[in-house]
T-cell receptor, first 116, second 115 residues
Framework: GPKVLQIPSHQIIDMGQMVTLNCDPV?????FYWYKQILGQQMEFLVN????????KSKLFKDQFSVERPDGSYFTLKIQPTALEDSAVYFC??????????????FGEGSKLTVL | AQKVTQTQTSISVMEKTTVTMDCVYE???????LFWYKQTASGEIVFLIR??????ENATEGHYSLNFQKPKSSIGLIITATQIEDSAVYFC????????????FGTGTRLQVLP
């Protein structure tokens, strides 16, 4: 089936540094998402993105977080500066539908972030 | 606000039996979409099955089916003839139909299928 690619699969950084997580969505998909998962538990919604804009975000999407997809390249999640509580697995997802679609998501394999 | 609740944290069943996983949801919307996803031990998350709120028939997909009880805001996942490889964490999720593309997940149910 359609694949979402995430780079890197694992990153270890020191607290206070910047990190960028990259996502290559399925090519004809319109909506992009980031989710945060800690210790294999609940998938927490962070943000969704459509037509170059953040559409919705949760309380977990702190001011230190930002997303963009410049010129149809990677959809990125940037955290600057990082904090210890940002350690988690971050999943990117994409959906082929815009508003009015079902919202069925296709997930990447996750980027594990460890903040020391 | 939309909310999804899975009260079963862990279930163990014998291979080749049938298992039901529970999920209840909260929404003020009259139109919404309900999903089940599976997360394998490797972390991969795979879409399994979807129920559209306006459809009365329970969705089925291979050995997965849903028990949609709209008056109870309930969407159970039924797996028949379970196999060892069905062992995974199963997430229920919902997207409200109007003015949002946010998909909210439950806390997951870990299924262990024993030989």
């Amino acid at each position: 089936g359609p694949k979402v690619l995430q780079i890197p699969s694992h990153q270890i950084i020191d607290m206070g540094q910047m990190v960028t997580l990259n996502c290559d969505p399925v090519s004809n998909h319109l909506y992009f998402y980031w989710y945060k998962q800690i210790l294999g538990q609940q998938m927490e919604f962070l943000v969704n993105f459509y037509n170059g804009k953040v559409m919705e975000k949760s309380k977990l999407f702190k001011d230190q977080f930002s997303v963009e997809r410049p010129d149809g390249s990677y959809f990125t999640l940037k955290i600057q500066p990082t904090a210890l509580e940002d350690s988690a697995v971050y999943f990117c997802a994409s959906s082929p539908y815009g508003r009015g679609g079902t919202g069925q998501l296709y997930f990447g394999e996750g980027s594990k972030l460890t903040v020391l | 606000a939309q909310k999804v609740t899975q009260t079963q944290t862990s279930i163990s069943v014998m291979e080749k039996t049938t298992v039901t996983m529970d999920c209840v949801y909260e929404t003020r919307d009259s139109s919404y979409f309900l999903f089940w996803y599976k997360q394998t031990a490797s972390g991969e998350i795979v879409f399994l099955i979807r129920q559209d709120s306006y459809k009365k028939e329970n969705a089925t997909e291979g050995h997965y089916s849903l028990n949609f009880q709209k008056p109870k805001s309930s969407i159970g996942l039924i797996i028949t003839a379970t196999q060892i490889e069905d062992s995974a964490v199963y997430f229920c999720a919902m997207r409200e139909g109007s003015n949002t593309n946010k998909v909210v997940f439950g806390t997951g149910t870990r299924l262990q299928v024993l030989p």
